[in-house]
């Protein structure tokens, strides 16, 4: 067991959400685990693993203790991967979470949600506790039942005094 303190998630920086009623941000999700898939959907790796595995977690636990949320990074491929084809991406995948588009880097750079959580590529599935603290980063393919046991671990966990 890590016993180093957990550092705050960053806030998203989020240019437009779907599957969303309205922006969804860490303090709204406080309370609740919250898987993070941050993908592009021209990723054979989230189109093949990532995404369908979150779709899996996001059936797989109650909505109440553990919130599933896309996030679409684009680092390459800018032209082609434009909200519009997003939408019709998610429609026809059937990924029913909310979904964040990443803020645009600087000239064109990495993502700004990207960079703050210091990610290097998609898929990349991130943790964040109850309290709104980072616990697992994970670059690739995760297993379902290592994911899984992750996520309950931190559904067990009670809120500190």
């Given at each position: 067991?890590?016993?180093?303190?957990h550092l705050s998630a960053p806030e998203w920086e989020v240019e437009r959400w779907f599957n969303a009623r309205e922006p969804l941000n860490l303090e709204s999700l406080r309370g609740k685990v919250v898987v993070l898939e941050a993908f592009q959907m021209l990723c054979p790796g989230c189109v093949?693993?990532?995404?369908?595995?979150?779709?899996r977690v996001h059936h797989a636990f109650p909505t109440s203790e553990v919130a599933v949320i896309g996030l679409h990074t684009v680092f390459e491929?800018?032209?082609?991967?434009?909200?519009?084809?997003?939408q019709?991406?998610?429609?026809?995948?059937?990924?029913p979470s909310p979904v964040a588009v990443d803020a645009p880097g600087e000239k064109g750079g990495v993502p700004r949600t990207m960079?703050?959580?210091r990610m290097q590529g998609t898929p990349t599935l991130?943790?964040?506790d109850r309290?709104?603290?980072?616990r697992?980063?994970?670059l690739g393919q995760v297993a379902d039942l290592t994911l899984g046991a992750e996520i309950a671990e931190l559904m067990m966990e009670r809120p500190s005094s």
């Amino acid at each position: 067991m890590d016993h180093t303190p957990h550092l705050s998630a960053p806030e998203w920086e989020v240019e437009r959400w779907f599957n969303a009623r309205e922006p969804l941000n860490l303090e709204s999700l406080r309370g609740k685990v919250v898987v993070l898939e941050a993908f592009q959907m021209l990723c054979p790796g989230c189109v093949m693993h990532g995404l369908p595995q979150a779709v899996r977690v996001h059936h797989a636990f109650p909505t109440s203790e553990v919130a599933v949320i896309g996030l679409h990074t684009v680092f390459e491929h800018h032209a082609a991967m434009t909200p519009v084809s997003l939408q019709a991406f998610l429609h026809e995948y059937r990924v029913p979470s909310p979904v964040a588009v990443d803020a645009p880097g600087e000239k064109g750079g990495v993502p700004r949600t990207m960079h703050a959580y210091r990610m290097q590529g998609t898929p990349t599935l991130i943790l964040i506790d109850r309290q709104g603290k980072l616990r697992h980063h994970h670059l690739g393919q995760v297993a379902d039942l290592t994911l899984g046991a992750e996520i309950a671990e931190l559904m067990m966990e009670r809120p500190s005094s």
